[in-house]
T-cell receptor, first 112, second 114 residues
Framework: KAGVTQTPRYLIKTRGQQVTLSCSPI?????VSWYQQTPGQGLQFLFE???????NKGNFPGRFSGRQFSNSRSEMNVSTLELGDSALYLC???????????FGPGTRLTVL | AQSVTQLDSQVPVFEEAPVELRCNYS??????LFWYVQYPNQGLQLLLK??????LVESINGFEAEFNKSQTSFHLRKPSVHISDTAEYFC????????????FGAGTRLAVHP
């Protein structure tokens, strides 16, 4: 069974631009979560979607948004990029809310 | 709210020596506990988990962790490490039940030397 896939793997943007990251969960998994990993703040939860509905949200500004499609694939959007948004963005999927999360390889975003 | 403290940011050890990576958590409710490993330029891989039942959990590659409720700890141990175990290890906690986020510790970098 294929794992969680994320595209693109690397991305370079400039301040003020917007970016969309994509995540395809493991087949059959209906939940997708997003995390941001930075050297300074570590791993922080962004949001979780289950059956196309946002079920949980972390403490990030409204510039960070997401959505989930009917095939469980998810996208994360960051508008008006700031230098501090440079990070590894990790997507994780799970079968249901009570099972463990499996992570993808991440998308490394660099904001110049 | 939950929090996780990984007591060591770096742990150097020689190959074939035992190792313990320490993790303490804080929570007022029942929790699930996890250890994840991250190799360079990769995502997180689940190493082992405690959801309920036996307090000693084991992974397929020789790691084990013991849930100690009274000491609110979930230390990771391996009796004999290999060079290939060099990686960053993250302890994580989530509130038991659904739709609960993972709260991660800051990570421990395990460096295994020949």
């Amino acid at each position: 069974k294929a794992g969680v896939t994320q595209t693109p793997r690397y991305l370079i943007k400039t301040r003020g631009q917007q970016v969309t990251l994509s995540c395809s969960p493991i087949s059959g998994h209906r939940s997708v979560s997003w995390y941001q990993q930075t050297p300074g703040q570590g791993l922080q939860f962004l949001f979780e979607y289950f059956s196309e509905t946002q079920r949980n949200k972390g403490n990030f500004p409204g510039r960070f948004s997401g959505r989930q499609f009917s095939n469980s694939r998810s996208e994360m959007n960051v508008s008006t990029l700031e230098l501090g948004d440079s990070a590894l963005y990790l997507c994780a999927s799970r079968l249901d809310p009570n099972s463990e999360q499996f992570f993808g390889p991440g998308t490394r975003l660099t904001v110049l | 709210a939950q929090s996780v403290t990984q007591l060591d940011s770096q742990v150097p050890v020689f190959e074939e020596a035992p190792v313990e990576l320490r993790c303490n958590y804080s929570s007022s409710v029942s929790v699930y506990l996890f250890w994840y490993v991250q190799y360079p330029n990769q995502g997180l891989q689940l190493l082992l988990k405690y959801l309920s039942g036996s307090t000693l959990v084991e992974s397929i590659n020789g790691f084990e962790a013991e849930f100690n409720k009274s000491q609110t700890s979930f230390h990771l141990r391996k009796p004999s490490v290999h060079i290939s175990d060099t990686a960053e290890y993250f302890c994580a906690v989530s509130e038991a039940g659904g739709y609960n986020k993972l709260i991660f510790g800051a990570g421990t970098r395990l460096a295994v030397h020949p």
